[in-house]
């Protein structure tokens, strides 16, 4: 990609040059013919709207959970249908909104924190998802062979979600796995243990992340906990998660890797030998979907049979992370990357000799 940058009038933190060049307002006129769909053209249904919620009845009480004061929900269906459709919307306005393409990524571009949506509920078994392919973007339970899909492994441990504006790109090898991307938003599990509401809205810390391997591709699961948490302050990184929440890391572990077995599948597996990564790689890892999300807003590389659903203009929001960097923040993001890098190559010679 080009390194040439677009300027504009916020400032933020240590963003690479590669998300800033994929950014380009030009953008614009490249997604106009990727879909013939537009918000204006959005079907509208007729729906109850209220503060963020729980989506389904079998969602348990939660302690309370402070959410994103811009963003509310809207349900659209009966719950526990093929209709059923939870949206995320402007609070002020009550717009629909695209879980996936309208919500920053950033939502402190001075710490690096991220806005995270919540797909399931802590504690809960209905596999709720952002439907990519749907115009709009609400958020949907799976559906396999026209039946509405729960994990039968059990309720799951932790609240799950994603990065909104990130894309696992299938299209790409990524360059810690070399396998590719899994054609969804980035995975997130949230480490509170309060249950947040299917379409919450949050800001949140990185902790680390973890390779699954799943079924041949790349489905990385970045680990993190919201920012207002009290934990937030003393867990900031992998060996922190490690030491104050180890049964917490076994039970992701255990999990992921074994959720599936009950529906006669074979395990997943992990790159990395199911080591969590440290903080630096996992943005990397954000950066770089996020920077793959944008392409493909362009239309670059757009395969045949390409179903996503695209909004015809870029999101505001995206616009306007392209922001301005020094060429001292530049070398900065260059030498975290290299540091990262050469630290696995330490690791992995140590583990040579010691073996």
């Known amino acids: 990609m080009p390194d040439s940058l677009t300027r504009a009038n916020i400032r933020s933190s240590f963003i690479p040059l590669t ?35 729980a989506a389904t009845p079998s969602t348990p009480p939660a302690k309370h959970v402070s959410m994103s004061p811009i963003y509310s929900t809207r349900e659209t269906g009966k719950p526990g249908t093929l209709d059923y459709r939870v949206w995320v919307t402007d609070r002020a306005s009550g717009r629909e909104l695209s879980a996936w393409h309208d919500i920053p990524l950033l939502a402190d571009p001075q710490t690096i924190r991220f806005n995270y949506v919540n797909e399931i509920a802590k504690g809960t078994r209905a596999k709720f998802e952002i439907a990519t392919k ?29 990065l909104p504006q990130t894309w696992e790109d299938p299209h790409e090898l990524d360059p810690r796995t070399q396998l590719k991307g899994d054609n969804d938003p980035l995975d997130v599990v949230e480490l509170s243990d309060e249950s947040m509401p299917t379409g919450g ?82 943005q990397r890892v954000v950066w770089d979907t996020h920077a793959a999300w944008a392409r493909r807003l362009r239309g670059e590389g757009v395969a045949a049979g390409d179903k996503l659903w695209v909004p015809s203009e870029l999101p505001r929001s995206a616009r306007s992370a392209v922001a301005q960097h020094t060429e001292q923040q530049d070398e900065w993001e260059r030498r975290q990357s290299q540091k990262v890098e050469a630290a696995e190559y330490v690791d992995v010679e140590e583990k040579k000799r010691s073996g």
């Open 134 to 162: 749907e115009a709009g973007n609400p958020i949907k339970q799976d559906v396999k062979k026209g039946s509405l899909r729960s994990f039968t492994y059990g309720d799951i441990p932790f609240n799950y979600g994603c």
């Open 19 to 53: 998300v800033r060049a994929a950014l380009q307002p030009t953008v614009t006129t490249h997604v106009a013919a990727l879909t013939h769909v537009t918000q204006p053209n959005l079907r509208r249904f007729t729906t109850r709207s209220h503060p963020i919620h």
């Open 201 to 282: 809205v949050t800001s949140i810390q990185l902790i680390g992340a973890l390779a699954l391997i799943d079924e041949g591709e790349t489905d990385w699961k970045m680990l993190a906990i919201r920012s207002d948490h009290p934990a937030a302050a003393h867990i900031t990184n992998a060996r922190q998660l490690q030491q104050h929440w180890p049964d917490k890391v076994r039970t992701i572990i255990d999990w992921f890797r074994n959720y599936k077995t009950t529906d006669g599948k074979p395990k997943n597996e992990f790159a990395f030998k199911a080591e969590i990564q440290d903080v630096p790689l996992a």
